[in-house]
């Protein structure tokens, strides 16, 4: 097949042309915009599949991840095709597994985060002036949306951990309070309205699948955490209760149901290798 989606820096309007020739080819692909950011840019989601027993993915948190977001373009792409040519996918035949399930994928929840790591000040729109006191040295990782609140940080706080930063940055600031954030409600909104069956969060960072193994975790997610481990060869990690809780820990805590994440290294010009190690994992948490 001709992929729609190549690497590139995947910005905002890159995104949003990405979007569009999935939908040219793709009709059938369900485009929602769920909330709009601080700086006014749309947050979408791509769906397929029933509006019932849906797996929801989520990437580019953090303004200096691009890799996951194009990851997850590409494999709702790999889906649509699955579907449009009635083809297999990792194994998996789509169409029969999509009448009975869906998938959601929220492929850039912080674009004003990704504008300002690739442009600077310039991306920043009325936060210019705000950003650029951040670059007066050297540019810094963005990894926070332009209010500079770090996104992951701000689904829940943990009172026993004490915050690092307690100003708004380009990393690590919580936030006033949980789902203080534009980004953070429209992820959560989104969740509480359509009652997913699991989460998964992918980041660039270390090879590996991170879950929970407390009290509060549900108890078929290590079963499921070893599934996706094998299937894409990552290691399992427990992820142990630090500031940085993100969609997992609150994912598990509002629904009680399985929610990880998936770290993955490589780069963006390595796009299509990279998901290649991941396409079964990612087919194989929505479809079985």
Same mark, same amino acid.
Not at 52 to 57: D, R, T
Not at 99 to 111: D, E
Not at 267 to 275: A, E, K, R, T
């Given at each position: 097949?001709?992929?729609?989606?190549?690497?590139?820096?995947?910005?905002?309007?890159? *995104?949003?042309?990405? %979007?569009?020739?999935?939908?040219?080819?793709?009709?059938?692909?369900?485009?929602?915009?769920?909330?709009?950011?601080?700086?006014?840019? @749309? %947050?979408?989601?791509?769906?397929?599949?029933? *509006?019932?027993?849906?797996? &929801?993915? /989520?990437?580019?948190?953090?303004?200096?991840?691009?890799?996951?977001?194009? %990851?997850?373009?590409? +494999?709702?792409?790999?889906?649509?095709?699955?579907?449009?040519?009635?083809? $297999?996918?990792?194994?998996?035949?789509?169409?029969?597994?999509?009448?009975?399930?869906?998938?959601?994928?929220?492929?850039?929840?912080?674009?004003?985060?990704?504008? /300002?790591?690739?442009?600077?000040?310039?991306?920043?729109?009325?936060?210019?002036?705000?950003?650029?006191?951040?670059? *007066?040295?050297?540019?810094?990782?963005?990894?926070? $949306?332009?209010?500079?609140?770090?996104? $992951?940080?701000?689904?829940?706080?943990?009172?026993?951990?004490?915050?690092?930063?307690?100003?708004?940055?380009?990393?690590?600031?919580? @936030?006033?309070?949980?789902?203080?954030?534009?980004?953070?409600?429209?992820?959560?909104?989104?969740?509480?309205?359509? *009652?997913?069956?699991?989460?998964?969060?992918?980041?660039?960072?270390?090879? @590996?699948?991170?879950?929970?193994?407390?009290?509060?975790?549900?108890?078929?997610?290590?079963?499921?955490?070893? &599934?996706?481990?094998?299937?894409?060869?990552?290691?399992?990690?427990?992820?142990?209760?630090?500031?940085?809780?993100?969609?997992?820990?609150? +994912? %598990?805590?509002?629904?009680?149901?399985?929610?990880?994440?998936l770290g993955t290294q490589g780069d963006i010009s390595g796009l299509y290798s990279v998901y290649g190690r991941l396409e079964e994992a990612l087919t194989v948490f929505a479809l079985l």
């Amino acid at each position: 097949m001709k992929y729609t989606v190549r690497p590139c820096l995947s910005d905002y309007n890159t *995104n949003k042309q990405i %979007i569009e020739d999935l939908i040219k080819e793709y009709p059938f692909l369900d485009v929602q915009l769920i909330g709009r950011t601080g700086l006014g840019r @749309g %947050i979408f989601s791509l769906s397929l599949g029933k *509006n019932k027993n849906n797996a &929801i993915y /989520i990437g580019s948190v953090r303004g200096s991840d691009g890799l996951s977001c194009l %990851i997850l373009y590409l +494999f709702i792409e790999r889906l649509c095709y699955a579907v449009k040519s009635n083809h $297999n996918l990792a194994s998996v035949n789509v169409r029969k597994a999509l009448s009975m399930s869906g998938v959601t994928v929220i492929p850039c929840l912080n674009p004003d985060g990704r504008e /300002i790591f690739l442009h600077g000040s310039e991306g920043a729109g009325a936060m210019g002036s705000f950003v650029s006191s951040f670059f *007066n040295t050297e540019k810094p990782q963005w990894d926070a $949306n332009a209010m500079g609140v770090d996104i $992951n940080r701000n689904f829940i706080f943990r009172d026993s951990i004490k915050e690092a930063v307690h100003s708004p940055a380009p990393s690590l600031f919580r @936030g006033d309070y949980p789902e203080s954030e534009a980004e953070t409600k429209a992820f959560t909104r989104l969740c509480r309205l359509r *009652n997913f069956r699991r989460c998964l969060e992918l980041f660039s960072g270390e090879d @590996g699948i991170f879950f929970r193994s407390e009290e509060d975790e549900p108890v078929s997610s290590q079963m499921m955490a070893k &599934i996706i481990s094998c299937s894409c060869s990552y290691p399992l990690s427990t992820a142990k209760s630090t500031g940085q809780t993100g969609s997992m820990d609150w +994912f %598990i805590k509002e629904f009680r149901r399985p929610a990880f994440s998936l770290g993955t290294q490589g780069d963006i010009s390595g796009l299509y290798s990279v998901y290649g190690r991941l396409e079964e994992a990612l087919t194989v948490f929505a479809l079985l």
